[in-house]
């Protein structure tokens, strides 16, 4: 038996007692958490958290000086994100420190600047786009929603019932909506002012319809299933036409985005073949009038162009 072959067994047999010895056999006696004999005590905290726990407050203090704390709160609960409002802008403000650091230590102060301005508008137009899709995501699964709603009562279920049976098994953002109405309404909340505030939240026509129809039905009784069938046609009939309207303003769209791209892109080659041909233009006062009238053209012609293609259904 050659040796290599000697020492490779012998390291083999040590890792398997290594491994009986710690997944197999029992551990020793280890010391129990405090935390976990008595759920009253708070664990033990770094300095890094309290740190991070402090400004948090300190954010938090100065929303609710400036009265931007419930607003800021309900632009998070649109966008679907779990995160407390103290501590997004605490990231956002940092990612902006970051950013402001970063560009003024490759390429100067101007571009410092801009990157530092650019990190809190991305966070708000993420929020944004986030709250969009959620919306939108939320009014194509409102059919089904309504049949499922429908099914239930029909099936002898109460109206509360039928809300938490879509809360179980609706895609999100669906069942967070409705598993929300369920819980507030657990708790005390009257069921209208659950429904409306999800309206609202959603930014939902549709589902503003929903809420009436629910009210009037708890007011003066009926067969809820038949008015859901009725609402849920409806808003069927709705989506089909918001889509072909969508799909004949995607042309349009696209067509926008290219006029108010190809100014740039004509600009950025013109600029690596030829620099001289506009140098032109930064060399006097006629040349900077020139560049301000086509860019006052461009930013009226790029709002003209997306009031024309923006349809509100």
């Given at each position: 038996m050659s040796p290599a072959l000697l020492v490779l067994g012998l390291a083999a047999v040590a890792a398997a007692f290594l491994l009986l010895a710690l997944v197999v056999l029992p551990a020793g006696h280890r010391r129990v958490p405090l935390s976990r004999l008595d759920p009253s005590a708070a664990p033990p905290s770094s300095a890094l958290s309290g740190a991070g726990a402090a400004a948090g407050a300190a954010v938090e203090k100065a929303l609710a000086r400036r009265g931007r704390l419930a607003e800021g709160a309900a632009a998070l609960e649109r966008a679907g994100m779990t995160m407390r409002l103290p501590d997004f802008v605490l990231a956002v403000g940092l990612a902006t420190v970051a950013a402001g650091v970063l560009g003024f230590a490759l390429a100067g102060v101007v571009v410092g600047l801009l990157l530092a301005a650019a990190a809190p508008l991305g966070a708000k137009l993420l929020l944004k786009f986030?709250?969009?899709?959620?919306?939108?995501?939320?009014?194509?699964?409102?059919?089904?929603?309504?049949?499922?709603?429908?099914?239930?009562?029909?099936?002898?279920?109460?109206?509360?019932?039928?809300?938490?049976?879509?809360?179980?098994?609706?895609?999100?953002?669906?069942?967070?909506?409705?598993?929300?109405?369920?819980?507030?309404?657990?708790?005390?909340?009257?069921?209208?002012?659950?429904?409306?505030?999800?309206?609202?939240?959603?930014?939902?026509?549709?589902?503003?319809?929903?809420?009436?129809?629910?009210?009037?039905?708890?007011?003066?009784?009926?067969?809820?299933?038949?008015?859901?069938?009725?609402?849920?046609?409806t808003i069927r009939e709705r989506n089909a036409i918001r889509r072909q309207v969508k799909a004949l303003s995607a042309e349009g769209k696209l067509s926008a985005v290219v006029l108010m791209a190809l100014p740039f892109g004509v600009t950025g080659f013109i600029s690596l073949t030829n620099p001289a041909y506009l140098s032109r233009f930064t060399?006097?006062?006629?040349?900077?009038?020139?560049?301000?009238?086509?860019a006052f053209m461009l930013l009226v012609g790029g709002l003209w162009l997306r009031k024309t293609v923006r349809i509100q259904f």
């Open positions: 986030r709250a969009s899709r959620r919306q939108a995501a939320f009014a194509d699964q409102l059919d089904d929603s309504l049949q499922l709603m429908a099914g239930s009562l029909r099936a002898g279920h109460s109206l509360l019932r039928a809300v938490d049976s879509v809360s179980q098994e609706a895609d999100t953002p669906t069942s967070e909506e409705f598993s929300r109405i369920v819980n507030e309404t657990r708790v005390g909340r009257d069921l209208n002012d659950a429904l409306d505030e999800v309206a609202a939240r959603m930014g939902s026509d549709d589902f503003v319809w929903v809420a009436q129809a629910i009210a009037i039905h708890r007011e003066v009784g009926g067969n809820l299933a038949e008015v859901l069938d009725a609402v849920s046609h060399e006097s006062f006629m040349g900077y009038a020139m560049l301000a009238v086509a």
